[in-house]
Structure formats: structure tokens, C-alpha cells
């Protein structure tokens, strides 16, 4: 009976310890943030940077400071990403995430009325 009741606590210990070294975060890849402003106006929209350069391996942030200096609510896109909108006069953060080169459109939208574009590239 002790060896049944050994048995199944060693049984009860390896299990634990399986579970927390699969509890264990994975190594992630080292993330570079970036900071770009971006100007959004009745007559376009203007990023600081289009290209941005990011290191093999590792995942890019890009931090957006979105200033907001039409009449007019609006919000910045880039690829399928959507701000939510930005009031006339206002400013908002915007992160994206990058893990790898690539070219993305990006654009300036409002509710009701024109709509401007660019290009951002990942290098």
C-alpha cells in the first residue's frame, strides 16, 4: 500500500513539474519601438518617416503620434490596421507591430470626404 501511495505521488510530482516548465514563457524575439509623427490635415497626411529600419530577428513597434489637424474627426490606416478616429484638434498614440520588411499603404480618412495616401516601408 505505501508503494502504491509512493508510486502515486511521484506520479503527482512529475506531472507538476511537466506542467510548470510548460507554464514557462517561450524566449521572444527583442522588440524595437520606433516612434514616427504623423500629420493628418484637410489637404493630406504627412508621416515624419516613411521608412523605418528594423534588425533581422527582431519585432518592430512603431509608436504613431497622431495629431489631428483638420476640421474634421479622422484616422490613420496603415495595411489593415485602423486608428480609432481622431477628433479635430486632438492627438493619439497608435502602436504597430512589424516582424518583418515589407512595403504597407497607408492613408488618412474621414467619415464623409476625401481620403489621402502614402506608402510606408519596413527595411
Excluded: W
Excluded at 504613431?64 to 498614440?93: C, L
Excluded at 467619415?111 to 510606408?120: E, I, N, V
Amino acid at each position: 500500500m505505501k508503494s502504491l501511495a509512493a508510486l502515486g505521488c511521484a506520479f503527482a510530482l512529475l506531472a507538476a513539474a511537466t506542467t510548470a516548465a510548460q507554464a514557462r514563457p517561450e524566449t521572444t524575439a527583442p522588440t524595437i519601438r520606433y516612434l514616427d509623427s504623423v500629420i493628418l490635415s484637410d489637404t493630406g497626411v504627412k508621416l515624419h518617416s516613411t521608412r523605418v529600419r528594423t534588425a533581422t530577428g527582431s519585432v518592430l513597434v512603431v509608436v504613431f503620434k497622431i495629431r489631428n489637424s483638420s476640421k474634421t474627426a479622422r484616422r490613420f490606416e496603415i495595411g489593415s490596421y485602423q486608428s480609432p478616429f481622431v477628433p479635430a484638434g486632438k492627438s493619439r498614440n497608435y502602436s504597430v507591430g512589424f516582424s518583418g520588411a515589407e512595403k504597407l499603404p497607408y492613408r488618412s480618412v474621414a467619415r464623409t470626404g476625401k481620403k489621402f495616401s502614402g506608402t510606408f516601408t519596413v527595411i
